[in-house]
């Protein structure tokens, strides 16, 4: 089957995801404090990615577990992001937080849960904001095509769709990187594609690997988690990158998105 040329979705002025260049989205899972996500920061940034992410919103699995600062961590996100020279990409999990939220970021992440709230993918379709559309981890690829036509209907067509792994029998892995959507889905419909491979590995041991697998997979950007001190993070630390692991992956990337036309 032909594959659909790829949607260009312009991040403020200088960035294009969609593109010859593969863009890098990086930071910590959550935003916990001034310190730990600028020095997150600030090293993706010396190491070339130009995103930065990082959750002020969370849903947690486990009732009680710290699930975000809320607007202190847009806060805190943008100032950096500003010092650092970088965009902002975060999550919104509640169609009230919408306007609050679209005042700080530059993408707005739908994530794996809310991929068919339907009432929040609406809403966002009616802004003009990039939306960042996580595949939930128990769609169907035809699922989540579905769900960016919720948004797109509205009006809005600034969508990124993201593979984050699915659920599956294996449990050695946080989840199962379904690869074969990248490719599929270009073939499906016009909308870029990133991939999580912390999400869908929950191990940073793999993390390079299926960085690597994923760009020559045609991947149009990753969204990886690095945290300075992960022993200490307050979410998902088990799966983060440090900087150093994250700049040398950043150098090996280099040679792979060359491989198959890309730039990095
Ligand atoms: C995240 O990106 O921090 C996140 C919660 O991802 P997902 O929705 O894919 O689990
Ligand atoms: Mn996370």
Redesign the pocket.
Known sequence: MKTHKTRLIKIGKDIVIGGKEVQIMAGP??VENYKYTKRSAHACKQAGAKIL?G?AY??RTIPGTFNGLGEKGLKILRKIADEEKMAVVT?VIDVRDIDLVSKYANIL???????QNTVLLEALGKTKIPILL??G?SAQISELLYAAEYIARKGNKNIIL?E??IRTFEKDTRATLALASVPLIKEMCDYPVIV?P??STGKPSLIAAMSKAAIAAGADGL?I?VHPEPKKAL??GFQALVPGEFAKLMRELKPVAKAVGRKL
């Open positions: 899972c959550t992410r959750g969370k849903l999550e992440q739908v994530g794996e849960r809310n991929m996580k595949r981890q993201c984050r792994g999580d912390s999400h969204i988690e979410c998902d």
